[in-house]
């Protein structure tokens, strides 16, 4: 089988670190990627999930407050009016 080279454009930290983490897991970076391409010709997909960024500890926290504002009524106010809303937001200033 004929080999070829590939160009990938890439972050130099994130090549620093893969590289690193190709060296611990023992393999090379272009097996890495040589077996993410036959991974995904096999299966005819990307073979992981892509997802967004995992929320941070405020994010998580702000939902968790939101969360128990919902079972509690008492621990916060709703509105079903967004002028309402607005005018007590507003008084706060």
Same mark, same amino acid.
């Not at 993410?36 to 960024?53: C, H, L, M, Q, T």
């Given at each position: +089988? #004929?080999?070829?080279?590939?160009?990938?454009? +890439?972050? #130099?930290? @994130?090549?620093?670190?893969?590289?690193?983490?190709?060296?611990?897991?023992?393999?090379?970076?272009?097996?890495?990627?040589?077996?993410?391409?036959?991974? #995904?010709?096999?299966?005819?997909?990307?073979?992981?999930?892509?997802?967004?960024?995992?929320?941070?500890?405020?994010?998580?926290? #702000?939902? &968790?407050?939101?969360?128990?504002?919902?079972?509690?009524?008492?621990?916060?106010?709703?509105?079903?009016?967004?002028? &309402? +809303?607005?005018?007590? @937001? @507003?008084?706060?200033?």
């Amino acid at each position: +089988m #004929a080999s070829t080279n590939i160009n990938i454009r +890439m972050d #130099a930290d @994130l090549k620093r670190q893969f590289e690193a983490f190709c060296a611990d897991i023992g393999m090379s970076m272009t097996t890495a990627f040589n077996v993410f391409a036959k991974k #995904a010709v096999r299966e005819n997909r990307i073979p992981f999930e892509i997802s967004g960024d995992v929320p941070n500890a405020e994010t998580i926290e #702000a939902i &968790q407050e939101v969360k128990k504002m919902k079972a509690d009524p008492s621990l916060g106010k709703t509105y079903t009016d967004v002028d &309402q +809303m607005m005018e007590d @937001l @507003l008084a706060d200033v």
